[in-house]
């Protein structure tokens, strides 16, 4: 019987990030998804219960820390995993991982980094 | 509270009225009734003040019944305070006043003699005019606060606009350069599997985040440069129109494939003026490459007129609009708009700030006007400063609106003229 494949959602205004990201997670063996625009978004994160959410931060109208907030606050999306991945410097996102409940941060520009802590945040899935 | 330095009691000085100490009482009444503002005497003798008559003390007792008869032909001295407040000259204003409200209640608002540095009779100060510049002077020193906590704010606010545009700048320049690395990592293991098609679709990736860098890199650079005024102004004689026209061309090709046309309207036949061509070029490419992101449909507008001493550039389009509360964001660094930005119309956010910065270095102004979901129009008006060329045209009223030519160009980039 085939493994059933985590589903991990990916939120990026960036076009070039969301299909690269895409393709290494892909290629990990991860069924993933992505969405640009934040109308919605919510909604869709409420139909497809993904395993994990890789969230930018620096988007427009709804930043990544409002987004994280809205799914952390709804009673059918908060037990998802929400990760902040973004190109603002780290000491910053520690601050914002902590400050706005999220699991943890990924760099981006980093494909081993991404697939590790990808690989990590999933199979560390405590609430 | 802190005093204004500058204030000290000698400076408030009125008068100098003074009568020898034996005058007779009746006199120095008379001199008060002919004198309906004096409201106090010195007595002096020699130069040095021993005494002090006020009006309303002198006349509430000569004016009492029989008082004329009893205290009249007295020596004034003989009625009069002869401890009155003697303060020198450079004495500060605050502290006048303390030493002056000390006094009894019946003498607190008697007038202060004034004396300088040998103790010599000066003249005389009131109490109420000093109470007068003190009031003034709070008044200043509180305006002055409010000038400084005003700064500071100002200050506070530019410090945080910086830290702003660092944040900014740094996240914007980490992001292609992110793209960049990961996809360069996908371009590695699409070669090592001999995946053609991965190539291609890779490079593409690659390419738009390197030119987006490129794009950003070059426009915080010319901000810098402006900023720190290191940009120079080359002034050439140069054809607006045939610019005009080029940059026409240009916004053409940004816009691809939308169903969105060009028109240049302006004077058939060259304009040459003394301006920075690269700058100029640079203003209009950094407007007309907005209207192109941002108009779907419709069309580009750039025209040229003549207002005034000006010269009057506009580009319209009929694109996304900007809603009039975010008007005064917009060239504000790294301000692009909510509704307008998606990585489809992506920018660097400094297009807008560097072009309003390069009109001010050119001696000229920039304005919009524009309406949410219906377009928008930025109009650079720049100082003509026409040259002499010959066959050129020499005066403001020679860019008018006479012997216009429109150009158009479609979609197809074909191009044909209207009269």
Redesign the interface.
């Known amino acids: 019987m085939e493994k059933v494949k985590k589903k991990i959602l990916v939120v990026d205004?960036?076009?070039?990030?969301l299909?690269?990201?895409q393709?290494?997670l892909t290629?990990e063996g991860y069924e993933v998804f992505t969405y640009?625009?934040w109308l919605g978004v919510t909604n869709f994160v409420r139909r497809l219960q993904p395993d994990l959410i890789l969230l930018d931060i620096?988007m427009?109208?709804l930043s990544g820390t409002g987004l994280s907030s809205l799914l952390l606050s709804n009673s059918g999306t908060k037990n998802i995993p929400i990760v902040f991945y973004?190109?603002?410097?780290e000491d910053?996102l520690r601050k914002t991982v902590s400050e706005y409940g999220a699991r943890g941060y990924i760099?981006?520009?980093?494909?081993y980094e991404?697939k590790r802590k990808v690989a990590y945040y999933l199979d560390n899935n405590i609430q | 509270m802190e005093q204004d330095n500058a204030v000290t009691i000698g400076k408030l000085i009125i008068s100098n009225e003074c009568m020898p100490p034996y005058t007779e009482a009746n006199i120095v009444a008379d001199r008060f009734l002919k004198s309906a503002h004096l409201d106090a005497v010195a007595l002096v003798e020699g130069r040095e003040p021993i005494g002090l008559v006020t009006r309303h003390k002198l006349l509430f007792k000569l004016f009492k019944r029989y008082g004329f008869e009893l205290y009249g032909k007295k020596p004034i001295i003989a009625l009069t305070d002869t401890e009155p407040l003697i303060i020198h000259k450079d004495e500060r204003l605050d502290v006048a006043i303390d030493k002056a409200l000390e006094r009894q209640a019946q003498d607190a608002y008697d007038d202060i003699i004034i004396v300088d540095d040998n103790d010599c009779y000066k003249g005389l100060v009131s109490v109420k005019q000093m109470i007068i510049q003190q009031s003034n002077s709070l008044a200043n020193i509180i305006i002055q606060k409010e000038m400084i906590s005003a700064k500071v704010n100002e200050l506070k606010k530019a410090e945080l606009m910086k830290s702003q545009f660092v944040?900014n700048v740094?996240?914007d320049l980490?992001?292609p350069?992110?793209?960049i690395?990961?996809?360069a990592?996908?371009l590695n293991?699409d070669s090592e599997r001999n995946d053609i098609e991965g190539l291609k679709r890779h490079l593409s990736?690659l390419m738009?985040?390197a030119t987006n860098l490129r794009a950003l890199i070059n426009n915080i650079l010319d901000l810098s440069k402006i900023e720190a005024g290191k940009t120079e102004v080359l002034n050439e004689n140069f054809d607006i129109v045939t610019m005009l026209r080029e940059v026409g061309e240009t916004t053409r090709i940004l816009i691809g494939n939308k169903s969105v046309d060009v028109e240049v309207i302006a004077h058939d036949g060259p304009i040459f003026i003394d301006s920075d061509p690269v700058k100029v070029k640079q203003i209009l490419t950094n407007l007309t490459s907005n209207a192109a992101k941002f108009t779907e449909k419709g069309k580009i507008v750039l025209s040229l007129a003549a207002e005034g001493n000006n010269l009057s550039i506009s580009v319209s389009d009929t694109g996304t609009g900007i809603k009039e509360i975010d008007l005064n964001k917009l060239f504000q660094p790294f301000s692009?708009?909510?509704?307008t930005?998606?990585?489809?119309n992506e920018g660097t956010g400094l297009g807008l700030t560097i072009a309003e910065n390069i009109v001010k270095l050119l001696g000229g102004s920039i304005r919009i006007s524009s309406k949410f979901g219906v377009g928008t129009t930025f109009t650079v008006q720049l100082p003509i400063n026409q040259s002499d060329k010959t066959n050129a045209k020499t005066s403001a009223e020679a860019i008018s609106l006479h012997d216009i030519k429109t150009i158009v160009l479609t979609e197809h980039e074909e191009s044909y003229g209207k009269g």
């Open positions: 205004d960036d076009e070039r990030h299909i690269a990201t393709e290494v290629n640009s625009w620096n427009p109208a973004s190109s603002n410097d910053s760099s981006k520009g980093n494909i991404l | 944040a740094t996240h980490r992001s350069v992110n793209v690395t990961v996809v990592e996908l293991l990736l738009s985040g692009q708009l909510d509704y930005k998606s990585k489809k």
